[in-house]
């Protein structure tokens, strides 16, 4: 904790403006390199075959006719690697375990899902890969599967894995089960609450999984050489943790494996791990060529995480007066092939909103026949809430109270003990609340069929490994070389311009890039909206070493003690009333003489970031129900939100938007849908139909700033918040439009149409 | 396998290239002609990210075969900078911070100035539906919207 910087409040110059972003030209012009966008001389194309099945035993796999086909120079199966260990490592938010990440980039026993990888060839060319695939033969032995969760959780149903107890239940349970996990939270009595309301309300919801949805597949070309040393071109959202994986299932020493992150064409925590990765690698192995491979989105679609589909059940007692007494919920989430869904996140965030005595939370992580999850932006929240913000609404009517006004009698604030451990710090989220209530949306008339709906989320946002090098170049301009990626929010410029605040400097002047994993030391994944936070932090640290070494040289160069020296508005000057007296010095004058003053001046940050700041968000939307149709049009949408500081606001607003924009594809639209055989049968943009601009109205923003005290300058975090509250926010605004409560995501048009016959023919 | 001689006009140039008969014009683009500004992001016509003009129509490059740009003139946002001066549109949506991962804009921008080609003073709406076969995953579309609007006004001169 030693080397964290509190939060100072001060003038700023360049912290808060709208500088524009230095990948800006390179992404218009079409010059920005993605990951499908690097070739090598000598290149193969690889391609993976997928089973069909939905579970099935792999009895054998024959490639004789594959490899003899001309032109495919290695096929890799699961004979290609080794057997992994039981070991768990963090992903971001989630926790992976290498038995199961070297499974599922390659299936070993079983297939456990349509679309999970079975083989893969390396070829000269797309069309001889695709005909290979066609040559190799795979003898399976169909399995009964089971795709619901609640299904999957009954004695008898078709099990995934057959070694796999309950943890978290005690004694240890006697039978396999498909719940690999049982977590439970909670504080004070629940039962005691309950019998103290008043008013008790209870509801069950279902989800089902959605797609992270970046319009950019995963691509990656990989270039092994004799001397056991690998090259890695790869989209991703962590280049150090993609690098550990790989080492990790292929056998590796890390240091072997050289990983560059091409631009991110989006990732959303779905381009968290390695999917083809290593089996580019291990075929570049084999094959003596750089191998290269890009996904179709069908691809995207079977075979990479979305997130999981549940099933969530919801109580919450409240005296008469508004005052909630107890509150518990059950969550119930697929995580896909292997364990490890967002249960655990979802369960600490349900309530958390809130300052309650009387809490419990039952989380369960549940294997079924479905690719396995992957985080997405604040994974598991926005499912958790959709259940606890409609059943919050549903309790302020019943008590008659404005569903803003019962959300502040009872809001969590400074001090509050919350039920998974820490007590809050500073927080905003009543400010995010007033700010809500007084916006002119709230009271903005509505016409007939309109709904107005309301919703909060949190998340708890994180630090972790960050590390940096500021390098003064001889004509004072700045390199900085970061090692945690941005995934296009724009952190690039972010950084840049927290270098260029401290140093007193134009933000031009410093040239943030992201360097491969051979020029820093290891940097965590870009999740939990950590960025801005930690590598922001690292930033600020690496440029007061910087202004340290200015002064230590300027001190040498006019020769005056350190202490007379000062760095103020990008120059050395003279401090007030102070020892000596000296003519300025600018940083550039500086940094020309660096060389024959001690040598080259930069800084270097390794840091684990602590101290995160809470972040959260109130959404307000109208929506119009087509009664003939069952279509929900929204008409007008507004984000408040608590982001600590917004070092650029146009590309916080940015994240604003394009959060609550996701949470309203899954509110309307988005949804898996699986055949009875276990196949899943959209997976396509055209019939998994996301959010298109007609789709959508104007997002306006409201930026709420309380300071984080663990941030130089205040900043908590911004990009998960925002896709929580859409999905309840949106459902309560249909119920404020209709009556109805519609507790089945998503709100498509054929489900609406059939709640409004339902709820037509119940009256008669 | 034997392959098939294009001829055809890429951002004014002439180019040739050989492609396989089922190779989409997307494809020999990107990897024959290796103008990679032209993305794929689903290859089904249902993201418009691969977006090209074809003899001044829009269209997706990956429902296309290579075989028939044959004699046809092609744009790709290789072309849209007039040197290295900006086209309106890019350095609106620079400015708008109109794009973020950036995936999705060369596609976005192809289709956004066929519409102000035909349409120099559009809506909202109308940019919010002529852009409807553009998806975007990042932005939520405000600042796209925002940022044609702005270009257009300036391209009118007002």
């Known amino acids: ?764 | 396998m034997s392959r098939n001689h294009v001829s055809t006009t890429v951002n004014g140039d002439r180019v040739e290239f050989l492609c396989e008969t089922g190779q989409t014009l997307l494809e020999a683009l990107r990897d024959e002609l290796r103008l990679t500004g032209t993305k794929e992001g689903c290859g089904t016509g249902d993201c418009g990210a691969c977006s090209v003009m074809v003899d001044g129509r829009l269209v997706c490059s990956c429902l296309m075969l290579a075989v028939e740009a044959e004699g046809k003139a092609i744009e790709t946002v290789e072309g849209m900078a007039d040197g290295d001066t900006l086209h309106p549109l890019q350095r609106k949506f620079i400015e708008h911070a109109a794009l973020q991962c950036g995936i999705c804009t060369p596609g976005i921008l192809i289709a956004a100035r066929a519409l102000l080609a035909r349409n120099p003073d559009p809506t909202e709406a109308e940019v919010r539906f002529w852009l409807a076969g553009n998806l975007c995953r990042c932005t939520g579309y405000h600042k796209i919207v925002d940022a044609v609007l702005d270009a257009a006004r300036e391209m009118r001169g007002g």
Request: with cysteine.
């Open chain 1, 1 to 764: 904790m030693s080397n964290m910087l509190k939060y100072e409040e001060k003038a700023l110059k360049i912290v808060g403006t709208r500088p524009l972003r230095p990948d800006g030209v390179d992404k218009v012009t079409g010059r920005a390199r993605f990951g499908a966008d690097y070739n090598l001389p000598g290149q193969l194309i690889g391609k993976v075959l997928r089973s069909p099945h939905a579970h099935a035993r792999i009895k054998s796999i024959d490639t004789s006719a594959a490899l003899a086909l001309p032109g495919v120079k290695a096929v890799v199966t699961r004979d290609d690697f080794a057997e992994m260990p039981d070991e768990l490592a963090a992903v971001g938010e989630l926790m992976i375990n290498f038995r199961d990440v070297t499974r599922n980039m390659m299936a070993r026993e079983k297939a456990l899902y349509d679309g999970h990888p079975v083989a893969a060839v390396a070829a000269t060319t797309d069309s001889v890969a695709q005909a290979a695939l066609a040559l190799i033969k795979v003898e399976y032995e169909v399995l009964p599967h089971v795709i619901d969760v609640v299904e999957a959780m009954q004695p008898g149903a078709p099990l995934l894995h057959e070694n796999q107890y309950t943890q978290g239940v005690k004694p240890r349970p006697e039978r396999a089960s498909n719940v690999a996990k049982r977590l439970e939270f909670g504080r004070g009595d629940v039962a005691a609450g309950f019998a103290a309301a008043d008013v008790i309300v209870e509801r069950e919801f279902n989800t089902k999984p959605v797609h992270q949805g970046y319009i950019e597949p995963q691509a990656c070309l990989a270039s092994y050489s004799a001397d056991g040393q690998a090259e890695l071109w790869t989209s991703t959202q962590g280049h150090f943790v993609f690098r550990a994986q790989c080492a990790k299932v292929l056998q590796m020493e890390v240091s072997k494996i050289r990983v560059t992150p091409t631009e991110i064409g989006g990732g959303f925590g779905g381009k968290n791990n390695i999917y083809n990765e290593a089996l580019a690698i291990a075929l570049s192995r084999k094959s003596n060529h750089p191998v290269k491979m890009v996904m179709t989105r069908e691809e995207v679609f079977r075979g990479t995480g979305p997130t999981p589909g549940a099933n969530v059940k919801v109580k919450l007692g409240a005296t008469r007066d508004g005052k909630i007494t107890a509150a518990e919920a059950e969550l119930n989430f697929q995580a896909g092939a292997f364990p490890g869904s967002p249960v655990n996140q979802a369960s600490m965030c349900a309530f958390t909103r809130y300052d309650l005595e009387n809490v419990r939370v039952v989380g369960n992580d549940v294997t079924v026949n479905r690719p396995k999850v992957a985080a997405y932006r604040a994974p598991g929240a926005p499912i958790a809430v959709f259940g606890v913000e409609s059943v919050i609404d549903e309790m302020a009517k019943k008590l008659g109270l404005d569903p803003i006004e019962f959300r502040l009698k009872n809001a969590a604030r400074e001090g509050t003990q919350t039920y998974y451990g820490p007590k809050f710090g500073a927080i905003g989220y009543i400010q995010t609340l007033e700010a809500a209530r007084a916006h002119p949306h709230y009271s903005a008339p509505l016409a007939p069929n309109q709904g107005r709906g309301v919703a909060t989320g949190f998340w708890f946002n994180i630090g972790n490994e960050t590390t940096c090098s500021l390098n003064l170049q001889e004509d004072g301009s700045l390199t900085l070389n970061l090692g945690t990626i941005d995934v296009a929010g724009g952190s690039r410029a972010s950084m840049a311009m927290m270098v260029a605040e401290e140093l007193g400097i134009a933000y031009e002047r410093v040239r943030p890039t992201v360097g491969d994993t051979s020029t820093l030391g290891f940097n965590f994944l870009t999740a939990g909206s950590r960025s801005t936070f930690a590598s922001g932090m690292a930033c600020v640290i690496a440029s007061r070493q910087v202004i340290e070494k200015l002064r230590q040289r300027v001190a040498k160069i006019r020769e005056v003690p350190l202490e007379a020296v000062a760095w103020k508005d990008g120059q050395a000057r003279p401090v007030d009333g102070g020892v000596a007296q000296f003519a300025p010095m600018s940083l550039t004058e500086v940094a020309r003489m660096a060389g024959k003053t001690g040598g080259t001046i930069a800084g270097h940050a390794e840091i684990n970031a602590q101290g995160a700041g809470p972040g959260f968000g109130a959404h307000i939307v109208d929506v119009e129900v087509d009664r003939q149709t069952g279509s929900v049009k929204i008409l007008r949408y507004t984000v408040v939100q608590d982001v600590g500081k917004a070092i650029h606001p146009a590309y916080v607003e940015g994240q604003m938007q394009g959060g609550a924009a996701q949470g309203i594809g899954w509110a309307l639209n988005e949804e898996y849908v699986y055949g009875d055989d276990g196949v899943l049968q959209n997976p396509g943009f055209l019939d998994y139909r996301i959010p298109v601009a007609s789709d959508l109205p104007r997002i306006d923003t409201v930026i709420v700033e309380v300071p984080n005290p663990n941030h130089p300058y205040g900043v908590r975090g911004c990009g998960e918040v925002p896709i929580i509250a859409p999905m309840a926010a949106i459902a309560n605004a249909i119920e404020n439009a209709t009556g109805l409560r519609l507790c089945e995501q998503p709100f498509s048009p054929p489900r609406v149409l059939k709640a409004l016959d339902q709820a037509a023919a119940a009256k008669g």
